[in-house]
């Protein structure tokens, strides 16, 4: 579904991210590694359209979309879940909902946000509530759910359990599976390594913008040395 061909980007003459190949298939997940300032996040955000292309291609269901908009990208299927969730405070839990959908007509809005609910059903019990309003957890359930009103093909998820309760990461990552199941593909950024490798099919490890490591789940978590040098945990958390 998604296929970055030896993809340099970055901001201005800055480059954060070098030469990065990568695939994701059809229901599967892709997580995408690295510590603070490794070019996870700009990466997300050139295949979103928001940062400068210096070198390679981004494809899309086999097709060049590299410099298409990003709302044409939305329209191809393409959502995010951004880091810190940025939702619409002062809005309620159904009208960030509803602006998750704008790409697509407002007849697909009640039966998208019916899905949504099927999730997360707390969402649909404060549909009603403003969005600065809700919990930590909560917000996290609502910009997943914001993101699935663009009824996404390749779902980027960006920092998913960054202050959440255990509890909740469990129920975000479950959905995360759910909709693997139902074909989506995904592509992780995630703090809680242990955690995005429960989930993954396949492991890119960046470091300063490089790929130092690339393979599938399993042989990540036998790089007990790649943990502790590149993700800062000890080694006996990679078991």
């Known amino acids: 579904m998604l296929k970055l061909d030896a993809l340099s980007c970055g901001y201005g003459a800055v480059r954060a991210v ?14 995408l590694l690295g510590p603070n300032g490794a ?10 359209g928001h940062l400068d292309i210096h ?3 981004i494809l899309y269901d086999g097709a060049d979309i590299t410099r298409r908009r990003a709302i044409d990208r939305t329209k191809l299927g393409i959502a995010l879940v951004p880091e810190g969730r940025q939702l619409f405070p002062d809005l309620t839990v159904e009208e960030n909902l509803t602006v998750g959908g704008y790409a697509h007509p407002l007849a ?13 059903p707390r969402l649909g019990e404060r549909k009603t509530q403003l969005a600065g309003s809700l919990s930590g957890g909560e917000q996290q359930m609502l910009a997943i759910g914001r993101a699935l009103m663009a009824e996404p093909r390749l779902l980027l998820v960006d920092e998913l359990s960054l202050g959440l309760m255990p509890k909740m990461v469990d129920l975000c990552l479950q959905t995360l599976l ?3 199941r139902e074909g989506v593909g995904i592509l992780l950024v995630e703090q809680n390594t242990a955690r995005a490798l429960d989930v993954a099919d396949q492991v890119i490890v960046l470091s300063s913008g490089a790929v ?4 599938t789940a399993a042989q990540a978590k036998a790089q007990h040395s790649l ?3 590149f993700l800062g945990m000890p080694d006996q958390m990679a078991t």
């Open 178 to 180: 759910n909709l693997k």
């Open 108 to 120: 697909r809005d009640r039966i998208n946000r019916e899905r949504v609910f099927h999730f997360f």
């Open 227 to 229: 943990f502790a040098a």
């Open 18 to 31: 070098h030469d990065l190949s990568a695939d994701v298939p059809m229901g599967s997940v892709l997580a």
């Open 39 to 48: 070019g996870k996040t700009s990466t997300i955000m050139a295949i979103m």
């Open 212 to 215: 130092v490591f690339r393979g």
């Open 55 to 57: 070198a390679g291609r």
